[in-house]
C-alpha cells in the first residue's frame, strides 16, 4: 500500500526557514504527481504546490517565489523549501499523490493518498 511520511515540521521564527520531506513507498515519486497541502485551525484544506513528471509545477500564488517543491528521484522523497516564512504559513501541511499522474492540480480531490501531517508554526 502507498505510505506517505512527512517531516521536517518545527516552530520557527518569522522570516525563517524549512525544510519539508515526504518519504513515499509504493508510490514512484519520479513518475507520479505529489502536491503539498496545508490546513490552519478552522480553515479549509488548500493546495500549496505540486509537481508532477512531463507536467511541471504549480504554487499557490500566496507561496510564489518563497516556496520551492521538488524531489529527490533517488530517495523517493517530495520535498518543500519554504523560505521567508509568515505567520499566515502556520498550519498542519500535507504530503498527497495522485493515482492519475497526468494531474498538476492544486486540488484536494485530485489526490488519492495522504499523509499524516507535519505541523508548522511560524512566529
Known amino acids: 500500500d502507498v505510505q506517505l511520511v512527512e517531516s521536517g515540521g518545527s516552530s520557527v521564527q518569522v522570516g525563517g526557514s524549512l525544510r519539508l520531506s515526504c518519504a513515499a513507498s509504493?508510490?514512484?515519486?519520479?513518475?507520479?504527481?505529489l502536491a503539498w497541502f496545508r490546513q490552519a485551525p478552522g480553515k479549509e484544506r488548500e493546495g500549496v504546490a505540486v509537481i508532477a513528471s512531463y507536467r511541471g509545477i504549480r504554487y499557490a500564488d500566496s507561496v510564489k517565489g518563497r516556496f520551492t517543491i521538488s524531489k529527490d528521484n533517488a530517495k523517493n522523497t517530495l520535498y518543500l523549501q519554504m523560505n521567508n516564512l509568515e505567520p499566515e504559513d502556520t498550519a498542519m501541511y500535507y504530503c498527497a499523490a495522485a493515482s492519475q499522474t497526468w494531474s498538476l492540480s492544486l486540488a484536494q480531490n485530485a489526490y488519492n493518498y495522504w499523509g499524516q501531517g507535519t505541523q508548522v508554526t511560524v512566529s
Open positions: 509504493g508510490y514512484t515519486v519520479n513518475a507520479g504527481c
